[in-house]
Nanobody, 120 residues
Framework: QVQLVESGGGLVQAGGSLRLSCVVSGKIFSRCAMGWYHQAPGKERESVAVITSGGSTTYADSVKGRFTISRDNAKNTVYLQMNSLKPEDTAIYYC??????????????WGQGTQVTVSS
């Protein structure tokens, strides 16, 4: 079964940087679309950044120009480099792996989440 292990969250001042990492177990990492999602208190979980198996990236408007998602298939790891952090970035960040399933469906796997807190 696929497992995701996250690290890198913490407390940082506004304008600072953090790098989140997510190590994915299993043999199918290179076939997975990977994403980072966040969830702030009282809000729904939202997509922050996605990278496909082919390396194409998509970002939420709120983080464009500040965050960068990347993957290292040799290490089964996806990263989220977060620069110029703002207090509104404060949330729990979750790593996601999306794997093609049968009959045109997808299977989603999630990490446990890591807290990012940005102080003003």
């Amino acid at each position: 079964q696929v497992q995701l292990v996250e690290s890198g969250g913490g407390l940082v001042q506004a304008g600072g940087s953090l790098r989140l990492s997510c190590v994915v177990s299993g043999k199918i990492f290179s076939r997975c679309a990977m994403g980072w999602y966040h969830q702030a208190p009282g809000k729904e979980r939202e997509s922050v950044a996605v990278i496909t198996s082919g390396g194409s990236t998509t970002y939420a408007d709120s983080v464009k120009g500040r965050f960068t998602i990347s993957r290292d298939n040799a290490k089964n790891t996806v990263y989220l480099q977060m620069n110029s952090l703002k207090p509104e970035d404060t949330a729990i960040y979750y790593c996601n792996a999306r794997i093609p399933g049968n009959y045109g469906l997808w299977i989603d796997y999630w990490g446990q989440g890591t807290q990012v807190t940005v102080s003003s």
